[in-house]
């Protein structure tokens, strides 16, 4: 079986500039959720969700990462590792450069997320 990541885009954005806060730490919450969508056997969509706080600015993204197969998706595959490990792992550096490049065209340090083990993440 042949998995690829096929597209990837950002859904949602929000970003707001922190005033009179006293936050003295960086930190995110991130979510992934997987979509199977039934009129298409061969492909499925993992969603990030991050909520990003700064010492500077808030920021929440939503953005899609779309994978092919060149197979059916079968029962099997769906409560397989990929789609909650392996997908996650693939399509997360994608999000990262999103989120360092907007705050860096935005005038802002870039945030640098660290690499996330997503056998762990998906234990949670």
């Known amino acids: 079986m042949?998995?690829?990541?096929?597209?990837?885009?950002?859904?949602?954005?929000?970003f707001s500039v922190v005033k009179n806060d006293d936050r003295k730490e960086d930190s995110f919450d991130l979510k992934t959720s997987q979509f199977f969508p039934?009129?298409?056997?061969?492909?499925?969509?993992?969603?990030?969700?991050?909520?990003?706080?700064?010492?500077?600015?808030?920021?929440?993204?939503?953005?899609?990462a779309i994978f092919e197969l060149d197979?059916?998706?079968?029962?099997?595959?769906?409560?397989?590792?990929?789609?909650?490990?392996?997908?996650?792992?693939?399509?997360?550096p994608y999000l990262r450069a999103v989120i360092s490049n907007i705050t860096l065209q935005a005038g802002y340090r870039p945030v640098m997320l660290?690499?996330?083990?997503?056998?762990e993440f998906a234990k949670k």
């Open 114 to 119: 660290p690499s996330i083990n997503f056998v």
């Open 38 to 64: 039934e009129d298409d056997k061969r492909s499925f969509s993992l969603l990030f969700e991050i909520d990003v706080k700064d010492t500077d600015f808030d920021m929440f993204i939503k953005m899609l």
């Open 2 to 14: 042949k998995i690829k990541l096929n597209d990837w885009k950002v859904q949602e954005m929000t």
């Open 71 to 92: 197979e059916d998706i079968t029962e099997e595959f769906k409560v397989s590792d990929f789609p909650v490990i392996n997908a996650p792992a693939i399509a997360f």
